[in-house]
């Protein structure tokens, strides 16, 4: 093998897997999920040749702590000071921190049940996912692999090929099952089912310095260059084709990394007969592109508190990526003082922010046992209702005339409610004042999701009045997603409430915009009614206080009334 340093074609591969991974966070490319595979592989790769150079596990390990670890803790620092001077609560983001800077941030997230894919807005370190799986695996993987390499060479040179290829047969497979028996946010999080890619490009690295240096090719007549083509050509589509939501998800992922395998390996060859793709700005990009993963999300997110329009923070977010990101590559490639003082101080204001932030961990965890046990009251109620809805007899009632008996009316109505935490923190006071109501809440809950639940109540037998959506505080607006709710409530009247502290600040206003075509959805503005009493909410401003759940559903059952006072038509209609 040529012992060559910069291989271009190697960089082209960088610059557009980085540029996928941009594109999906900026909700354009809605396959560029599919890149971070491809960045597993290259690390895996990598990592494998860096071994094979570094005399020590010592100076390797110092080398993947300056290039992986310190621009995470200046980009980590740089965004706890920014949120600082913008005055807002990082305490709620004190435990995700930690998670990051100790490396297990991926379970973190799993925990929290934190659905990466519903590309909810609601904190800047949201894709640091994947750098707590290759901090994982760089800590553990060299003591496996220098191990292997102390064997083989008393054995036979052959068994570190042998060995990883099959653990990554076995990984691979794991994945697969895993995708298809298990939640897709685990699948995608955990460590053990994300290391198939990364064992993969190893695997290839092992190949190429220990058993042969240039591959043997089937289709001969096919030239190399073409055949690269092809495949970069593959992976664009897989990129540009394929959603998170799609049946094909984890099948795509293998496949994924398989080209990226691939690609490296034809880059390889391309590279050995000087034929190269030489750019300065894809080298440029391809040099920052570590950086480049680190800065995007924390500039998403502060852009999502504005209410600039979104090509415009699409524009920016691009140029600030890259500016940011080569101020602090070129702040540790180069002996630039400054800059390095600069950083430092941030780390160290930033270690003071985090050390003093308010605490609200009683509070916190206040409301998680809250939610905790409201989870169990709803189970048991809904359990109640099913028992209880057949022996429900449907009677006429008689014309209403006086306030009293529209009240009445509403209270007594069949409410099926569908929300998110908000919702689930009232479900013991929501039965109260609905006791024919059957209530589904659940944390993290997105528009999207909150169909599944309605198609699968309304396949259970169970029949409503009204409905009562509680839904869009995580995660992105989808007009789809209204659309196959409305569809499923059949004409029933939909009361929706707009949401305090949505991930996305046009949530709010699409979903107003949406309810204003049809006549049977009646908006709830809950967040100017919050607003009017701070007290009602925790330090996120979201999240209800216990005193609030009965105004908050007073709030609901009001705003029914008065739609059924001005509406008394629509009474037993």
Request: proline share 3%; aromatic share 14%.
């Amino acid at each position: 093998m040529k012992n060559k340093v910069f291989n271009p074609n190697i960089s082209l591969l960088r610059f557009i897997f980085c540029s996928a991974v941009l594109l999906y966070h900026l909700n354009i490319l809605k396959g560029g999920y599919l890149a971070v595979c491809s960045f597993f592989v290259l690390s895996g790769y990598f990592s494998t040749l860096s071994l094979n150079k570094n005399k020590s596990l010592v100076s390797y390990y110092i080398k993947r702590i300056k290039k992986i670890y310190l621009p995470l803790v200046i980009v980590v620092a740089s965004t706890i000071t920014i949120l600082g001077l913008l005055n807002l609560n990082i305490f709620n983001f004190k435990s995700e921190i930690t998670s990051i800077l100790l490396g297990y941030n991926n379970y973190f997230q799993i925990n929290a049940n934190i659905d990466y894919f519903a590309k909810s807005i609601n904190s800047p370190f949201i894709h640091l996912w994947y750098i707590a799986i290759l901090l994982q695996i760089e800590l553990v993987f060299p003591l496996i692999y220098t191990s292997l390499k102390k064997i083989s060479n008393r054995i036979n040179k052959y068994i570190p090929f042998i060995f990883m290829f099959i653990l990554s047969l076995i990984s691979t497979i794991y994945f697969f099952y895993t995708s298809k028996n298990s939640n897709i946010t685990i699948t995608y999080y955990d460590t053990i089912s994300r290391l198939f890619s990364f064992l993969l490009g190893s695997t290839l690295a092992i190949y190429r310095t220990d058993i042969s240096v240039i591959p043997k090719h089937k289709f001969r007549k096919i030239p190399i260059g073409i055949r690269f083509i092809i495949y970069l050509i593959l992976q664009i589509i897989l990129f540009i084709a394929i959603p998170s939501s799609s049946k094909l998800f984890a099948l795509s992922m293998i496949i994924t990394t398989i080209i990226t395998l691939k690609l490296i390996e034809l880059s390889t060859i391309l590279f050995n007969k000087n034929i190269v793709v030489n750019s300065k700005i894809i080298k440029f990009i391809s040099d920052i592109s570590y950086e480049v993963y680190l800065v995007q999300y924390p500039i998403i997110y502060l852009f999502s508190l504005t209410k600039i329009t979104n090509a415009l923070i699409i524009l920016l977010t691009v140029i600030l990526t890259i500016l940011i990101s080569y101020i602090i590559h070129i702040s540790l490639k180069k002996k630039n003082i400054l800059l390095k003082l600069v950083f430092i101080l941030l780390i160290i204001y930033s270690g003071y922010k985090f050390i003093t932030m308010t605490n609200t961990k009683k509070e916190i965890n206040e409301l998680k046992d809250k939610l905790s046990d409201n989870q169990k009251i709803m189970k048991k109620k809904q359990e109640d209702y099913k028992n209880k809805q057949n022996e429900i007899i449907e009677e006429k009632k008689e014309k209403i005339i006086n306030e009293e008996e529209i009240m009445n009316y509403v209270t007594n109505l069949k409410v099926v409610g569908i929300g998110d935490s908000i919702m689930l923190n009232t479900i013991d006071t929501l039965y109260e004042e609905f006791p024919n109501g059957y209530f589904d809440a659940l944390k993290n809950r997105t528009i999207c999701a909150g169909y599944d639940v309605l198609k699968g109540i309304k396949d259970s037998g169970i029949t409503w009045d009204i409905l009562v959506f509680n839904l869009g505080t995580n995660g992105e607006p989808n007009r789809e997603c209204k659309e196959n709710l409305r569809s499923l409530a059949e004409g029933k009247e939909i009361f929706w409430l707009t949401t305090t502290n949505p991930d996305v600040p046009e949530t709010n206003p699409d979903l107003i915009n949406y309810a204003n075509e049809f006549d049977n959805i009646h908006i709830l503005d809950w967040p100017t009614e919050a607003n009017n009493h701070p007290e009602y909410l925790y330090s996120d401003n979201t999240h209800l206080k216990p005193e609030a759940t009965k105004p908050y559903v007073d709030f609901i059952k009001n705003g029914i009334y008065n739609f059924y006072l001005k509406n008394p038509n629509k009474i037993n209609s």
